[in-house]
């Protein structure tokens, strides 16, 4: 069993949807990192959590530490937003390895 | 400030090869890491290096691989005698020392794609 699972693996919708992904992960961390990598592979970090809630534009990432959970929430979705969103998990101190969940590939649609 | 540099972007070798990756850390950044994604695959961490130092090395293949951050210049993944299966994309990220708001965040290079033909 992988330490971080993600889900769903794919999703579709369509522009204007409201979406979530969910992360859950299976060891103490320290943080949470969700990733987005776009179709010509550059990776952008999105948001840092170690608790509560974070929100960005469009953008909601939510952490649950005593259920080992996160969420990333994607108002109004976009067809721009059409990438592979990556959540990550920090188990060490502040500067440590990340172990990676396998990846949503999510398509917006017009 | 510019972002963490990698070269090549892409790199083709013929196996038996060597490969080096470099990676250049965003200006004051001491800490630099290296994943790999292989083909529809997740990323994997590989080693965290400092400045002279290997931290981190539980995810390096234990043969053919290694890894430095001198005290001047990029940081060097190193790929000797290459296989097939190390045709993946690697990338490079680094984070700042200590203090400051970014101290845990870490930043990714663009990946340099590495085709083992």
Known sequence: KNEVEQSPQNLTAQEGEFITINCSYSVGISALHWLQQHPGGGIVSLFMLSSGKKKHGRLIATINIQEKHSSLHITASHPRDSAVYICAVREGGTASKLTFGTGTRLQVTL | NAGVMQNPRHLVRRRGQEARLRCSPMKGHSHVYWYRQLPEEGLKFMVYLQKENIIDESGMPK????????????????IQQVVRGDSAAYFCASSPFAGGPFVNEQFFGPGTRLTVL
């Open chain 2, 63 to 78: 043969e053919r691989f290694s890894a430095e951050f001198p005290k001047e210049g990029p940081s060097i993944l190193r």
